[in-house]
């Protein structure tokens, strides 16, 4: 595998040519086959230390020897079209593939043999079984300049035209099939499907236009059936998924049309720009530099990678300090991709579910719930909605911790995170059911009533929920709550006297009691239509 890597394919697909070389060209001549000889060991000689450019050169001078010998009728042609696809197959000979396909087509055309046409035909075939249908039409083609009344071939080509979705050309030589061979099947069989293929394919288009988009895809996948290698099928269909919010899908089609098309470089843009959009830069970066490898100034690929690659590396740069527990530079990180990324949404996510997450651990609690929430806006994850628990347990605010577990629970019966956490969360809200009262107010059990009161209004006026914004006024509300009860309770000689019996006066539990509501309202989202007077 380690040959393939982009550091050392050069290598690898230099030693595969120069192995097919030594396997193709059997020259007779002992003269000749020395230098050819001679060639290919210098060549790899210079291969092993590294000397492409100067390896390269051996190799055109032994492809010029063979083409002399292929002139002088000294070269056997066999085996020569699986070596053309060889050299044809993905990425194997890099920017040398053009070159090499170039040379071997002159030793092919050299040979003059009007028998070549078996030559294309037989490689034909071969790129056939290898998916190539470009560089099998382009054979199939040459085969009947050379002999028009090749009927298999033409049968071929015909068969190819419909998998293409190339309709005119496939009925064309279907036609002209029948016309040699009335009774011949298979051109019958693929006549019959060009018209009503179509019509189909009309009708998939006027559904598409209709934005009837799963009637379209439903129709297309039929057609796809009958047309298996037209990217133009496949493009409708992909852009029919992303309608319809099925990216996984529409990637999938696009990745087929990368690979029906030689140098798809709007294809590789589109997966790289699905991918970011999903919220996967990394993946996102894998594409584009794909789409650059063939353009490296491409128009719409350039500016993306500049953009992803940024991102990418301050996602993991935030991941990694999550992983090493420095939740500053996480925060740090996550703050960075927000001022690239203003827009994509999954990308935004993303940073918010880091800064979630590291504003938890870095004690920041109120700034870690406004990023929960917003993190959570954009999608609802059983992780974010633990971490906010988490964040809301930290602010004693156990009722939304324990909804947030549920929340996550519901979307993941397993989680078993949301099920201790749940457990957790109960534990301590019965555990603070019985309010310290003079431990909120910072009072002694014997404080006076002349104490209390000053406590309370000092606490009171630290926490007015009037005094805050945002998630942290959520959290004033439930200190203001707690701090207007240990007031109710601590300056009415009664209802202090039960409570230093043990009994919370204010407890809904209580026999009688209604629990203590200082707003006569729910306080949550309310807004805080009152005065308080402290003199």
């Given at each position: 595998m380690d040959c393939w890597q982009a550091s050392s394919w050069r290598i690898c697909s230099a030693w595969v040519f120069l192995l097919v070389l030594d396997l193709t060209f059997d020259v007779s001549d002992s003269t000749s086959q020395s230098?050819?000889?001679?060639?290919?060991?210098?060549?790899?000689?210079?291969?092993?230390?590294g000397q492409f450019q100067d390896a390269l050169s051996h190799y055109h001078a032994a492809v010029e020897y063979a083409i002399r010998e292929v002139q002088d009728n000294s070269l056997e042609l066999n085996g020569l079209h699986q070596f053309l696809v060889y050299a044809d197959d993905v990425n194997m000979l890099g920017e040398n593939a053009q070159t090499i396909r170039e040379n071997t087509e002159i030793l092919l055309e050299a040979k003059g043999d009007p028998s070549n046409y078996l030559t294309y035909f037989k490689r034909g075939t071969v790129y056939l079984a290898l998916?190539?249908?470009?560089?099998a039409l382009q054979d199939l083609d040459k085969v009947l300049q050379l002999k028009p009344d090749f009927t298999s071939a033409r049968l071929q080509r015909g068969n190819v035209h419909l998998k293409q979705a190339q309709l005119n050309e496939a009925k064309e030589d279907f036609k002209k099939v029948l016309e040699t061979e009335p009774n011949n099947e298979e051109a019958h069989r693929g006549l019959s499907k060009v018209e009503p293929t179509r019509d189909d394919i009309s009708l998939a288009k006027a559904f598409v236009r209709g934005r009837d988009y799963r009637a379209a895809v439903e129709l297309i996948t039929k057609i796809i059936e009958v047309c298996p290698w037209s990217s133009m099928l496949r493009e409708l269909r992909a852009d029919c998924h992303v309608a319809l919010g099925d990216t996984m899908s529409a990637i999938s089609d696009i990745r087929s049309t990368t690979k029906l098309l030689s140098d798809n470089t709007a294809g590789f843009f589109k997966l790289a720009t699905l991918y970011y959009q999903r919220g996967e830069p990394t993946e996102s970066l894998k594409e584009v530099r794909e789409c650059l490898r063939l353009d490296p100034e491409h128009k719409d690929c350039f500016p993306h990678y500049k953009v992803v690659k940024?991102?990418?590396?301050?996602?993991?740069?935030a991941q990694e300090a999550i992983n090493s527990k420095d939740y500053q530079d996480c925060i740090e990180s996550a703050n960075k991709v927000l001022k690239v990324e203003t827009s994509v949404q999954m990308i935004i996510f993303l940073a918010k579910e880091k800064l979630c997450h590291c504003y938890l651990h870095n004690d920041q609690?109120?700034?870690s719930l406004q990023s929960c929430r917003e993190a959570l806006e954009i999608n609802k994850d059983p992780r974010i909605l633990c971490d906010r628990a988490e964040a809301y347990i930290n602010s004693e605010m156990f009722d939304d911790a324990i909804h947030d577990y549920q929340d996550a629970l519901e979307l993941d019966e397993n989680y078993n995170r949301a099920k201790e956490g749940k457990q957790r969360a109960q534990k301590l809200q019965k555990q603070a059911e019985r309010r310290d009262y003079y431990k909120i107010l910072g009072v002694s059990r014997t404080a006076s009533k002349k104490d209390i009161i000053k406590a309370y209004r000092k606490a009171a006026q630290k926490w007015h929920p009037d005094n805050f914004q945002g998630d942290e006024k959520k959290i004033a509300e439930k200190k203001f709550i707690d701090i207007a009860a240990a007031k109710e309770v601590l300056t009415d000689p009664e209802k202090r006297e039960k409570y230093d019996n043990g009994e919370d006066p204010l407890d809904p539990e209580?026999?009688?009691n209604q629990g203590f509501n200082p707003f006569h309202h729910h306080f949550h989202n309310s807004p805080f239509q009152f005065k308080f007077h402290f003199n």
């Open positions: 230098e050819v000889n001679k060639h290919l060991e210098m060549g790899r000689d210079l291969l092993s230390r998916g190539k249908s470009k560089f940024k991102v990418d590396k301050l996602i993991n740069d609690l109120p700034l209580a026999q009688g």
